[in-house]
């Protein structure tokens, strides 16, 4: 009978498994190969909050800009066509305003002259306008009141996993214990150790 590679295992143990050695311990399992990362946490203090709200409205502002734009998008659908298509219009000169800037980096008149946050700030108050002068004021308020609470609540509470930071401190001090303490450390040779390790 062909096998195609593969052999049996032999067993090793007696077929009477009731019988166990005297000096038989069962297996500890090692408690340090796995841990659980929760990326949600209270900030300690009203600083710690500040900087993870600066922190994650730089990195997550275009998906909270999205999940306000979507909740907008939604709320306009049933009643108010012209705000909608005023709104997606105003979502396209943005979208082809910021394609323009990563088109031409090097771009001194459109990187340096021209303040980018100016721009977008322009945009958004000229939809906010929009908006109020085709009755749709009340659907960008209540829009800004239910979603932004919620944005406030993911920047103010997620960690996220900030695991590339590496910060030079003295391996003793207390600053191991808070919050925002490194996963690597360099030591005073200059090498990259785990924080665990120190």
């Not at 096998?3 to 077929?15: I, K, P, W």
């Not at 009141?145 to 910060?167: D, K, N, Q, R």
Request: charged share 10%; hydrophobic share 50%; proline share 5%.
């Amino acid at each position: 009978m062909a096998n195609y590679g593969t052999t049996q295992r032999v067993a090793t143990s007696s077929s009477n498994s009731s019988s166990k050695p005297e000096n038989y311990e069962p297996k500890v399992p090692n408690e340090n190969h796995f841990k659980i990362f929760c990326p949600f946490s209270i900030p300690l203090t009203s600083e710690s909050a500040a900087v993870r709200i600066i922190r994650n409205f730089g990195i997550y502002g275009l998906y909270y800009t999205h999940f306000v734009w979507i909740i907008l998008f939604i709320t306009l659908i049933p009643a108010r066509k012209v705000s909608l298509i005023l709104l997606v219009i105003m979502t396209y000169v943005t979208s082809l305003f910021l394609l323009i800037l990563r088109t031409w980096p090097n771009s001194f008149l459109l990187h340096k002259i021209i303040n980018k946050w100016f721009v977008l700030a322009v945009i958004a108050v000229a939809t906010a306008v929009q908006l109020v002068l085709t009755d749709a004021g009340i659907h960008l308020a209540v829009t800004l009141a239910c979603s932004m609470p919620l944005v406030l609540v993911h920047a103010v509470l997620w960690v996220g996993f900030y695991g590339s930071e590496v910060v030079n401190y003295d391996a003793g001090s207390a600053s191991a214990s808070r919050e925002g303490a490194p996963l690597f450390v360099v030591n005073e040779s200059g090498d990259k150790v785990s924080n665990d390790a120190v």
